[in-house]
């Protein structure tokens, strides 16, 4: 970790979280999104018009969104350690297509969110506040549907942290870590309200690492529970 830490005092989150000269790094930005977005509406209606009703095939959709923990362990000065945790929105969005026997090959997009989370260094808590840390992640991966609609998915994903702290006077600091990589996978049941649509819930889990400025691995896991709607 950097040394601009003083173990007398608690660190600062954006010391902990290793940010690089790259503040404003992000995977993809809003017009990367939008474009995705516009993509996936247009093959959408392309696949309503020829696809057999209730049935996983051709072009696939899947949408993710719950409510969860995150958790942040790394190395402090020292040979201390520190953590940051806390309560995490968390959104998935995955596109491709179904190969065949009900398996589909998808590009994947997640973002998980911790607002005012917790930081635990050299037996103190403290509230971060104004704080929010978030994770971005883009990466590859497949899903898998048994014949009851109950599907499991399997992803690994190129991954940065990004944080953000608001002073007091409004003014708003940024930082974005090094680059990392993750596996999530996901566990889900849904039921189809319509020929093409399923909805269900989810359940997800991320589990990660990211290399700090000195070459020690931060590792990140996320869980969280929510809802899933598929179109396919």
């Not at 037996?123 to 014949?147: D, I, K």
């Not at 993750?182 to 319509?194: D, K, N, R």
């Not at 997800?204 to 996320?222: M, N, V």
Request: hydrophobic content about 40%.
């Amino acid at each position: 970790m950097a040394n601009t830490l003083n173990p007398k005092t608690t660190p600062t989150p954006s010391a902990l979280l290793q940010p690089t000269t790259h503040p404003t790094r992000t995977l993809g930005g809003g017009r990367t999104v939008r474009t995705w977005a516009l993509i996936a509406l247009g093959l959408s209606w392309a696949q309503a018009a020829r696809a057999a009703p209730e049935t996983h095939d051709g072009f696939f959709l899947r949408l993710e969104g719950g409510l969860g923990k995150s958790a942040w362990a790394m190395d402090a000065p020292n040979a201390s350690k520190a953590s940051l945790a806390g309560n995490t929105t968390h959104l998935t969005c995955a596109i491709g297509g179904v190969l065949g026997h009900n398996l589909a090959l998808h590009g994947t997009m997640n973002l998980a969110t911790m607002n005012e989370p917790q930081q635990s260094w050299l037996g103190t808590q403290t509230r971060l506040e104004n704080t929010t840390v978030t994770t971005h992640g883009l990466g590859v991966g497949v899903t898998w549907y048994a014949p009851i609609n109950l599907y499991l998915t399997l992803s690994t994903v190129a991954m940065v942290g990004e944080f953000s702290h608001r002073e007091e006077w409004g003014a708003s600091n940024r930082s974005a870590t090094q680059l990392g990589f993750a596996v999530t996978g996901g566990l889900g049941y849904e039921f189809w309200i319509a020929d093409e649509w399923g909805l269900g819930l989810a359940a997800h889990y991320l589990r990660g690492s990211i290399p700090d400025e000195g070459g020690a691995e931060q590792a990140i896991s996320t869980w969280s529970l929510g809802l899933s709607a598929t179109f396919n």
